[in-house]
DNA sequence: TGTACATCAGTGAACGCGCGTTCACTGATGTAC
DNA sequence: TGTACATCAGTGAACGCGCGTTCACTGATGTAC
């Protein structure tokens, strides 16, 4: 996996790929609008098609950004969730850090946020491996909530999750990456899962994707100026959300 | 108010400035990227030009879009308060029509949506008035929270509202007028409120902004298509969230 | 170690596109006497 | 009721802009013998 043993011909070529994206995403952040290729290489001194030696096209170099914010995004979060796992908090307090370190990426890049869960690009297909890259981000919260205990006011999308999971598989692969105790083993020697298991991972889904919308709801509002007037008060409100969200799954 | 006693030159103008905003809010729907005169022109068999007659220049024609997209979602909202009042729910029962009347809006009119909650267009002012109609589509929420009692999960939230009824006047009396209940009465001669009026408008407050920052997180992430491959579960995360901000505001 | 060649970064000119906006104009339509 | 005039919708040409992308090219840099 490793290459660092390049020429240094690659290595050039790697850092101005990097140099490229950095140039762009300052400009998305300076709010010039939507990046342009020609801009990018005028702010770094160069004429317009050098960049083409670099990505085919305006599309290849918005994905590799999108990519790399989602990556990006998922190391904070796995980064968070060592952390907070180390410090052995409950899993109250786990939410709380973990929705925290999703604001506090969201805040600090928010053009970065914005390329990721802004408004599709109409017309533009998310590539396959997108999806995976944004369950990465959302993963940590998996476990948090497969210890849960979902009550009443979520009983309904515990049930929807239950049917997510038989009709995706991919999904319960994501559930048992980031949640493998709450898989279970199998029953018997056929191999199919204890109804147990399903149960925690549905309700590690629910939790999830829960707290997603959640998540969004504030830290979108927040970086899209919402809150102005109303001092900082994005960490308070997801603050209570996370609080409501751990109440309904008796997280401790 | 009423001029409806206009010449036909003026009903023609105006006929025609509303067909522009259609023809740009379809143009908007079918993906077609940012507004462009030229091409709204174009549909409508005219020239390019020809719309300066009717909107001063592409930034009045968006403004025009906004505002009225806001307008019509506080019509929305305000007539399913009405509705859900006179069927005599609940406060409980009203919350989850209230948010299902947003996410009805913002389903029916994806566009509209992305239009008034999207990514603020860099460097585009809001004009003053917006705020204020932001808030008429929020109004009808007041009252509902206005009468809970705030658990703990959202005591912070409370606080943080009351410093905000103190630093801005504008936010109590957008709270007296929705919810003229939750003002108080004059404690004396000297027209203050008294301390249980501001308690309940914070509450009412601290509700209103919870339900539109959980509204817009699953609403937006519908909108976007995220939800795409989990079957139709908006319905379902959105009822969960109410559920979860009854809980927390003791509705019944 | 030195030379010949292949590789590759970067250039400048050029194309075609859609856009916002201005300007001087034409012709129809409403209105005042 | 008829005529003269003002109002106003709409046109076509034009300007300048930034953009994505292509192409044939130059010159430097790494590599193979």
Known sequence: MERTQQGPRARYREQTRAEIKDVALRQ????GGALALTRIAKEMGLSGPALY??????????????????DDAATAMARAAARSTRDAHGTRARLHDLAE????????????YLLIQGAPVPGHVAPADTLERARAVLGPFLPLF????????????VDEMTAWLAADASVGAWVARYAPEATGAPSSADGTTTAAGDVRAASALAGAVLAWAQLHGSVSLEVAGQFAGMAHQGATLLGAQMELLADAFGLE
Do not use: K, Q
Request: glycine content about 6%.
């Open 146 to 157: 497969a210890a849960g205990e979902p009550g009443a006011a979520v009983a309904t999308t």
């Open 53 to 70: 030696r670099y990505f085919a096209n305006r599309d290849d170099l918005l994905n590799a950004l999108i990519r790399d914010a989602y």
């Open 28 to 31: 998305l952040a300076e709010g």
């Open 101 to 112: 370190a999703y604001r506090a990426w969201a805040i600090a890049e928010p053009h970065r």
